[in-house]
Structures are given as C-alpha cells and as structure tokens.
C-alpha cells in the first residue's frame, strides 16, 4: 500500500512504514519553515497541492465509475478567485475599500464619473451592521422652487441665435409606425 504525503512544492511517495521507521518520515522538514516557491509569491498566495496522487489504473478506485463526475470543484473562498461573497461583510469592514472589503461606502467622497464628488462631502445617512445604507431625511438638502404661476414671462432670443426653420409635415410623414 502506498500512501503520499503532500508538501507544498512536490508530492513524494512513501513505502509504507515499517517497525524501524518513524510514522511521519518528514518530521524533521516539518518542523523547518518551507522555502518559497517563488519570491514573489506571498506563502497564503502559493496554490494547494492535492493530498492524493492521481490513480492511473482504473480497477483501484475507490467509488464506482457512475459515482464519479469529471465536474472541477466549486472554488474554495479561501481561494484567489472571488471568494468575497461567502463571506458577510461588517460595517467598519465595508468603510474600508479594497479588493477583499467590499465596493466600499456610499459616499459622495468616491464615485463614478457622472456623479458629483469631492473630499468634504455631506453624507446622507449611516450604515448598519449588516452593511445596508440608512438615509437620513433630515441630512438630505432640500431645494425651493419659486412659484411661477402668476409671473408673466416673455420669451427672450439672443440675437446672434441660430435661425431655426420650422416645416410642416403631413401626419403620415411623421407617424410611419416605428417607436423611439
């Protein structure tokens, strides 16, 4: 029977363990910090090595062929490939942005191009425990706008304004059945 132990750069197989022989043959390169694979890989970056070596012969399988799928495993979260969503997200952590906290808060300090921004900006609101935004309707600004009804208004045209001709069309021109 042979059985293999996993470190982090190869997999090494092991005879089995005889009477002489200590149980764990690397006891001694376990207790000793493994060198990195690369330097510029961080060790929590390096991927995992699988514990089992890959079984060519078919008759040693352990489950029957229709048990097994050649489906890959879903990804870990601890892995590198967008495991943030299994994980809940606590207020102070969602203030903070980054690749692993989140989008960040709902400030107008941050923002996309169409939106107005700047440091010093007045927030609406506050965010709860389980990362929800909460608006404050006493923090919103709100705006007046003066009543025009009984204002006569005249129309004024700047003189160099370009001449806008105006033509007329048949209702049929205009409705020829397509919708904006």
Request: charged share 25%; aromatic share 10%; hydrophobic share 35%.
């Amino acid at each position: 029977m042979e059985r293999v132990f996993s470190l982090r750069t190869s997999l090494l197989p092991v005879s089995a363990p005889s009477s002489r022989a200590p149980l764990f043959p690397f006891a001694r390169t376990a207790r000793r910090p493994l060198r990195r694979e690369s330097p510029a890989l961080a060790p929590w970056r390096w991927q995992a090595v699988p514990t089992e070596a890959p079984l060519t012969n078919p008759q040693r399988r352990s489950e029957p062929r229709e048990l097994q799928s050649d489906a890959p495993e879903p990804p870990s979260p601890f892995s590198g490939s967008g495991g943030r969503s299994f994980f809940a997200l606590s207020a102070p952590r969602l203030a903070k942005v980054g690749p692993s906290k989140g989008r960040g808060p709902l400030l107008a300090k941050y923002a996309s191009s169409g939106f107005k921004k700047g440091f010093g900006a007045v927030g609406l609101g506050r965010h709860t425990k389980k990362g929800f935004f909460i608006i404050n309707p006493m923090l919103v600004p709100m705006f007046k706008v003066p009543d025009l009804s009984n204002c006569n208004l005249k129309c004024y045209v700047a003189p160099d304004a370009y001449r806008v001709v105006q033509q007329s069309f048949s209702k049929q021109k205009i409705d020829d059945g397509e919708d904006f």
